[in-house]
């Protein structure tokens, strides 16, 4: 889906995360279940992540995350006029957590779109707001990326390959239309699907095929535990990423030297390795701070553009290509000129 020529391209004209107090580091999990921090670090780059305390829910840390976006970009709350909310880990099964956040903004009756996407949820909903955008529907869209991911994973050996990857947190952006045409802007997403390797990593249950939704069976045998089948993921993402940048280079008409910085959906540092050597982009051109948080689902590619920016590693002109792949499978990419 690229820009037509007389659209205005969609800008992000603000930027916040915010990401829980509580840093659980890889000796602590060492307390709870057969794992080493060498183990972790090896197999993942990961060092620590964020946990929510009990009862703080991914609505909230969207709403901070918000609230920093709406300041970065000079909006007044109340010219925001759609949201969009991206997250696997909602506070209820429905409804999602995008009129949870309109709630606790106080903003007016604006649309509240959810999206489900996983890890690339949030190329998902930035593809959305591009369209919403592009066409003049929505001049001020609030998008936040969400998840906690803390309160639902095995915290013992049998659930040790996914408890010590994920980490809580948020990301939000504020997507307006460029008024000068002057180049900047979204450039294209790319979206993709296969759901034949839906068992790959799920969470399947609760659902709609049992009667009641939650049984003691399904509590018994542990499945409402997300399970995932790390090695088939590892091998997927790592090729999937890559073609989702080259899709969007080709349709750009752009190459890979082109790319000033690829932010890569930080589902581990070695899927992010090979992705940059697929691509071959030198890993200083590649956003990496998964260390720090863990895999934060469909806030972690939000919260790495914003400490990119943060730190200096994106300037006016430069085009930032985004990669995402999760569950489902699906797979993203977008391409910005900053
Ligand atoms: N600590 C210590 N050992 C662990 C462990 C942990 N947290 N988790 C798993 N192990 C064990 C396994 O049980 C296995 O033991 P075994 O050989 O006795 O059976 C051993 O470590 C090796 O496991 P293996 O699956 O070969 O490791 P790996 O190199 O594939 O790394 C992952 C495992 C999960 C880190 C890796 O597959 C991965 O990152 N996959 C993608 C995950 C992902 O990104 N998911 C989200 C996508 S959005």
């Known amino acids: 889906m690229g820009a037509a020529s007389m659209d205005k391209r969609t800008i992000i004209t603000g930027i916040g995360h915010y990401v829980p107090p509580r840093?659980?580091?890889?000796?602590?999990l060492e307390k709870l279940m057969d794992t080493s921090d060498e183990w972790i670090r090896q197999r993942s780059g990961i060092i620590e992540?964020?946990?929510?305390?009990l009862g703080v829910g991914s609505s909230d840390l969207a709403v901070e995350a918000a609230r920093r976006a709406i300041a970065d970009s000079g909006s007044r709350t109340s010219d925001i006029d759609l949201i969009i909310a991206a997250t696997l880990s909602p506070d209820h099964y429905f409804p999602g957590i995008?009129?949870?956040?309109?709630?606790?903004?106080?903003?007016p009756p604006i649309g509240a779109i959810d999206v489900r996407n996983q890890c690339s949820?949030?190329?998902y909903a930035l593809s959305i707001g591009d369209q919403y955008i592009r066409t003049g529907a929505y001049k001020k869209i609030l998008l936040v990326a969400a998840e906690v991911q803390s309160t639902n994973l095995n915290y013992s050996d049998e659930g040790r390959d996914m408890a010590v990857l994920f980490g809580d947190g948020a990301g939000a952006l504020i997507l307006e239309p460029n008024e000068h045409n002057d180049g900047r802007g979204i450039l294209s997403t790319h979206l993709f699907a296969d759901g034949r390797h839906v068992t790959d990593l799920w969470m399947e249950k609760p659902g709609c095929l049992d009667k009641p939704a939650v049984t003691e069976e399904m509590v018994r045998t542990k499945k409402f535990f997300p399970r995932m089948d790390g090695k088939n993921v590892f091998k997927n993402a790592s090729v999937k990423m890559p073609e989702a940048v080259r899709a969007a280079l080709q349709h750009n008409g752009l190459t890979v030297?082109?790319?000033?910085?690829?932010i890569p959906h930080q589902a581990n540092d070695r899927i992010s390795q090979m992705v940059a050597h697929?691509?071959?982009?030198?890993?200083?051109?590649?956003?990496?701070n998964i260390s720090k948080y863990g895999n934060t689902t469909a806030a972690s590619i939000p919260i790495a553009l914003h400490e990119a920016l943060q730190e200096g590693r994106i300037?006016?002109?430069d085009v930032v290509a985004l990669t995402s792949f999760g569950s489902g499978y699906t797979w993203a990419s977008a391409l910005i000129r900053w």
Do not use: C, S, W, Y
């Not at 992540?49 to 305390?53: D, G, L, M, Q, S």
């Not at 995008?98 to 903003?107: E, I, P």
């Open 315 to 317: 300037k006016p002109g």
């Open 98 to 107: 995008g009129v949870l956040v309109q709630a606790k903004l106080d903003l």
């Open 23 to 28: 840093v659980v580091t890889n000796f602590d």
């Open 121 to 123: 949820g949030f190329i």
């Open 278 to 288: 697929n691509l071959k982009i030198p890993l200083e051109k590649v956003m990496r």
């Open 257 to 262: 030297e082109d790319v000033a910085l690829l």
């Open 49 to 53: 992540r964020r946990h929510v305390e």
